[in-house]
C-alpha cells in the first residue's frame, strides 16, 4: 500500500501595498522603509506576492547599495 500523499500547500497572495510593505518592516526590522525603499519592493514584486517573498524583500532592500534602490532621472 502506497503512502498517501500531502496535497500541495499553497502559499496565499497578498497586496503588495505600502501599508503591508510598512508593516513587514516594522515587524521584521523594528523600523519603517523610506519611500525609495517601499517603491523598490513595489516593482520587484509587482501587485501581489507571498508573505514570505515580501518579507524577504525587505529585508533584501537594507542590504542593498542605495544606487541600486533609487531611480535616477
Same mark, same amino acid.
Given at each position: 500500500?502506497?503512502?498517501?500523499?500531502?496535497?500541495?500547500?499553497?502559499?496565499?497572495?497578498?497586496?503588495?501595498?505600502? &501599508?503591508?510593505?510598512?508593516?513587514? %518592516?516594522?515587524? $521584521?526590522?523594528?523600523? +519603517? @522603509?523610506?519611500?525609495?525603499?517601499?517603491?523598490?519592493?513595489?516593482?520587484?514584486?509587482?501587485?501581489?506576492? &507571498?508573505?514570505?517573498?515580501?518579507? %524577504?524583500?525587505? $529585508?533584501?532592500?537594507? +542590504? @542593498?547599495?542605495?544606487?541600486?534602490?533609487?531611480?535616477?532621472?
Amino acid at each position: 500500500m502506497k503512502p498517501a500523499k500531502k496535497p500541495a500547500v499553497r502559499e496565499a497572495k497578498i497586496t503588495v501595498s505600502e &501599508s503591508n510593505i510598512t508593516k513587514a %518592516a516594522i515587524r $521584521l526590522l523594528s523600523q +519603517k @522603509l523610506v519611500s525609495n525603499e517601499v517603491q523598490y519592493v513595489q516593482r520587484n514584486l509587482g501587485t501581489t506576492a &507571498s508573505q514570505n517573498d515580501l518579507d %524577504a524583500q525587505v $529585508l533584501a532592500v537594507r +542590504k @542593498l547599495p542605495w544606487a541600486a534602490i533609487v531611480i535616477s532621472d
